[in-house]
């Protein structure tokens, strides 16, 4: 299947979906995920229309970003280092990973330096897996204030990750958990958090009728990645 292929039925996925919540696509954006893939994919990715990227090694985003179409953005969604936040900050459009306190803070300092505000989603650890990064949900609600306080960081919502599951049903209470933490997020903060970056390959349609604004698609969009990057 070319691209553009893949993209029309991914894209057809994604309105049943929303036909399914009663929600407008429109409401849904799509991260094209290019970790693992070389420029040459992300070129023809941007030839079917795509325009929004998403890297997790900040390496990886500033070397592609330099060998790829300069109207391109890119979101960042994996951990950051506290060292790699001056670039992180600098090159995306959006961090989807704000996984701790120290981040922030880092990521405030960076966007001073840079004279910049800079639009993230805090993650959440909804599962609870120790391999997995972000706050807790109480931890999230407990610090939402204090983070609210970096004012170069404008906070959208929130941003999780399911834990690996071959049907995609088991990560549905995953994303409603998530969704009822907005709700509550926004009642602590008397403001609205509006963004929820959940839904990856192999479960955003789950992730779609649960309330997401923005799903990460790497596989089903450019096939397998050499490397699994693991995070
Ligand atoms: C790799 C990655 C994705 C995309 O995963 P696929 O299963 O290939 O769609 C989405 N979100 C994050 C945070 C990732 O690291």
Redesign the pocket.
């Known amino acids: 299947m070319s691209i553009n292929e893949t993209l029309t039925s991914i894209q057809e996925r994604i309105n049943r979906a929303c036909d399914r919540a009663a929600r407008t696509p429109d409401d849904v954006t799509l991260?094209a995920?290019s970790?693992?893939h070389p420029p040459e994919r992300i070129r023809e990715a941007a030839d079917a229309g795509l325009t929004l990227f998403?890297e997790?090694k900040v390496q990886e985003l500033k070397l592609k970003r330099g060998q790829c179409p300069g109207n391109l953005k890119w979101d960042f969604?994996?951990h950051l280092q506290t060292n790699k936040c001056r670039d992180a900050a600098y090159f995306s459009r959006m961090i989807?990973?704000v996984d701790s306190d120290r981040v922030a803070e880092a990521l405030q300092d960076a966007c001073i330096k840079l004279a910049k505000t800079l639009p993230v989603l805090l993650e959440v650890n909804v599962s609870g897996e120790a391999t997995k990064y972000g706050f807790s949900p109480n931890e999230v609600l407990n610090t939402l204030l204090e983070l609210n306080t970096y004012d170069r960081l404008e906070i959208h919502g929130f941003?999780c990750?399911a834990p690996w599951a071959k049907e995609p049903e088991k990560s549905r209470p995953y994303f409603r958990r998530l969704k009822e933490l907005q709700q509550e997020a926004e009642a602590i903060l008397g403001a609205p958090l509006p963004e929820l970056?959940m839904g990856?390959?192999?479960d955003?349609e789950i992730a779609i009728e649960e309330g997401a604004t923005m799903v990460?698609?790497?596989?089903?969009?450019?096939g397998e990645?050499k490397r699994k990057?693991v995070?």
């Open positions: 991260i995920v970790k693992g998403g997790n969604i994996g989807h990973s941003m990750m970056s990856m390959s192999g955003f990460r698609l790497g596989t089903t969009l450019f990645r990057s995070r």
